[in-house]
């Protein structure tokens, strides 16, 4: 069942088409003396999970970068340092599929798990052992990335957005805070903006399940930026990573992206 439409009124169709299985919900009425049926509670994460059985190339490392804003930037700067360090690295999300200067265009933040999963695979299958991966609300509630093993989960903030289709802000969080409540290895590592109260909650969220949390943020954070001084073509940043001070020059001249 879709959020308009319920896709098992075309499962004749499906059949007709050559679908030899069909995976429906429960409450599905459909019965045929050939083809198996196969009921589930959860039909988007039985999905998920055949496909993961069905693709079973899985990378060392999959970071999952959730939040309102900032994830297409994050993706996009963890790629890049991964590039600097000869790290061999990919991307899936806004700007498509992106691996070896090549870019594969993509219609969703988070792609469908059948599309997700075997692009994941035929990527380690080329040798990529570390990937970044846009987790959007609509993705995770949908059970997209599910199955994937998944070892790191950042959260970046939250503001309102999406509530046409999660209708309450409180929705629309629990959305995202099912990548971690859910979603990340019982082992892997959340890596949470503790300037957002959204992130509290998250933080404190991770440290009840005993799951390693790294914060970073202005206030009070392992990763702390102190200061910004804005040059004419740089900015200088003083910051200390758990209380050892740092200072270092970037070309990046906002501090939400600093």
């Given at each position: 069942r879709g959020f308009k439409s319920n896709g098992e009124r075309f499962i004749k169709e499906a059949i007709e088409k050559g679908a030899i299985a069909?995976?429906?919900?429960?409450?599905?009425?459909?019965?045929h003396?050939?083809?198996?049926?196969?009921?589930?509670?959860?039909?988007?994460?039985?999905l998920?999970?055949?496909?993961?059985?069905?693709?079973?190339?899985?990378?060392?490392?999959?970071?999952?970068?959730?939040g309102t804003n900032g994830k297409t930037s994050i993706a996009f700067y963890l790629k890049s340092i991964w590039k600097a360090a000869n790290i061999s690295s990919a991307s899936i999300g806004t700007l498509g599929i992106m691996y070896q200067n090549k870019k594969i265009p993509l219609n969703l933040t988070t792609?469908?798990?059948?599309?997700?999963?075997?692009?994941?695979?035929?990527?380690k299958s080329k040798g990529i052992k570390n990937i970044a991966l846009e987790a959007s609300s609509h993705g995770i509630e949908q059970n997209r990335i599910d199955s994937l093993r998944i070892n790191r989960a950042v959260f970046s903030n939250l503001s309102r957005d999406?509530?046409?289709?999660?209708?309450?802000?409180d929705s629309y969080f629990n959305a995202k805070k099912r990548l971690f409540?859910?979603?990340?290895?019982?082992?892997?590592?959340?890596?949470?903006?503790?300037?957002?109260k959204y992130g509290r909650i998250i933080e404190s969220f991770c440290k009840r399940k005993k799951?390693?949390?790294?914060?970073?943020?202005?206030?009070?954070?392992?990763?702390?930026?102190?200061?910004v001084i804005f040059?004419?073509?740089?900015?200088?940043?003083?910051?200390?990573v758990f209380e050892k001070a740092y200072t270092f020059k970037c070309r990046l001249l906002a501090c939400y992206q600093i």
């Open positions: 069909i995976v429906c919900s429960k409450h599905c009425s459909f019965s003396e050939e083809i198996p049926i196969i009921k589930s509670t959860n039909t988007r994460h039985l998920s999970e055949i496909s993961s059985k069905f693709y079973k190339l899985k990378p060392k490392n999959i970071i999952a970068i959730t792609p469908d798990p059948i599309t997700l999963h075997k692009s994941i695979d035929e990527l999406h509530l046409d289709y999660h209708g309450t802000l409540s859910e979603i990340l290895e019982i082992n892997g590592l959340a890596i949470v903006n503790n300037d957002c799951i390693k949390v790294f914060t970073y943020g202005a206030k009070k954070a392992d990763w702390k930026i102190h200061k040059c004419n073509s740089y900015s200088k940043v003083y910051i200390s």
